[in-house]
């Protein structure tokens, strides 16, 4: 194992609406293991020009693949000039605590984007430090990008995207996302993850729950913020709980844009669909100096 | 095992750029066994509008699925108001003959299009009277679709279809190709195949060679016929030597647009990158009264 945390380990490169999409490992140590991650390279970065990025969180079950090979994003990000940055879900490895009976929502592909503190997760199991602190630094150094960033994510990802920015506004120009997990402390999903990571005690949660987080934002620290969400979609009455975020979002007073998309489920026939849409919105950040 | 040819049993159903993609099986009395495929339905289906089809013939391992989920190929045919129709590569099941060793380029996943007349192969493998005439008249008779029909395909299924639409040009308006095998009797891919499906006198394979047939088409019958190859495509110059089509094609006459695409490969991000170009150049065929 290369445990240089400088270098990068090439794996593939293809060409892709006139850009490149190109795959790497490298040795984490805020996850202390090795992590594959994919990355987007607009044209415009063949001429030598320094673009901003869009970091992609995934949702449960996720590695860095799903969205790269499904979501058809390269189209927007090329027509925009945005790099796409698509991280793993989750620490990867043999050595890597896994989930008994190889449950999809504890564990490998489910990190949820939080610094475990409990054992036998808390060795590796810290994604928030990754996606936040790790990721952009290495990114920045390695690909031809500059410290314009947003961030946008599916499900799990779609939360850790808004909890993310929402706890770190400075880093990011805007933030969206599909079908978040909007109030993870309330969820089964959130709650059997969040018990195991970072124990019993609920209030060491609280951070990590963006319906919670957004009542204490400062409003010359808000961000633009687009949501969608399927209205046919199989987890929302038990696990996405829309309705919990729009509610917190008016106690707030934080402006936000949710579109309920009438017929749409989790999938990523969803996503694809309206990926070219939250890109744009993207771009109208990142590039308004 | 449902051997009423007539009926589809629904597999699945999902939402994608205001259409639905769709997904279901069926008997095949072409190939003696059950057939997954996929539909996508643009939304000027939902008003009732009969559309026209573009029938799909992927490549070498492939499934109906592979195109439908890597090509983002929805969102144009829902922007011209087209439906998609993918079809499996190869017939299947516990009774249909497979390769000895999991050969990736014979049986399953590797039905290259033809009819089958040797031993065991010619008890399923008919793929050709499959496209050419079982599918449509499935997909007209089931689905809001009328007799407009365009082909197209990758590698094995870009042949199939530059080699179906020239023996049938009066089924269909318009065909294209991406990185087509273009001529199967000298690759070693189709030497194989034609070989066990067909037998060893290659007179027999020669009705189902595209870089042959296009010297036998008549002029009346021309269709417009559009090929994209990518100039980095790690399979060009062994087995889909295009150059032998772009003779056989100005020997014959025959129009034909081929891009040669600079850095492009042979993957799924090659064909998202130009299948909306495809979508549209089909488009202005299906819709030209």
Known sequence: MNQNPEELQFLSSHRSFDGW?????????????????????????????????????????????NFTIK?????????????????????????VAR?????????????????????????????????????????EKHFPLDDRRSISGHSMGGHGALMIALRNPQRYRSVSAFSPIVNPTTSPWGIKAFSH???DDVKNWWNYDASLLIESARPREYLPMLIDQGSAD???AEQLKIERFIAACNTANYPVQINMREGYDHSYFFI??????????????????
């Open 21 to 65: 999409q190109k795959r790497y490992r490298h040795f984490s140590p805020s996850l202390n293991c090795e992590m594959n991650f994919s990355i987007y390279l607009p044209p415009a970065t063949d001429q030598g020009e320094k673009v901003p990025a869009v970091y992609w969180l995934s949702g449960l079950t996720c590695t860095d693949e």
């Open 71 to 95: 979501a058809g994003a390269q189209r927007g990000a090329a027509e925009y000039g945005i790099a796409l940055i698509m991280p793993d879900t989750s620490p990867r490895g043999e050595k």
């Open 99 to 139: 989930a008994i009976d190889h449950a999809y929502d504890l564990g490998l592909g489910a990190g949820f984007y939080v610094n475990a503190t409990q054992e036998p997760w808390s060795r590796h199991y810290r994604m928030y430090d990754y996606i936040v602190d790790e990721l952009p630094a290495l990114m």
């Open 197 to 199: 990571y970072l124990g």
């Open 234 to 236: 199989e987890f929302l």
């Open 272 to 289: 694809s669909t309206f990926i070219g849409e939250h890109l744009r919105f993207h771009a109208r950040a990142l590039k308004n100096p």
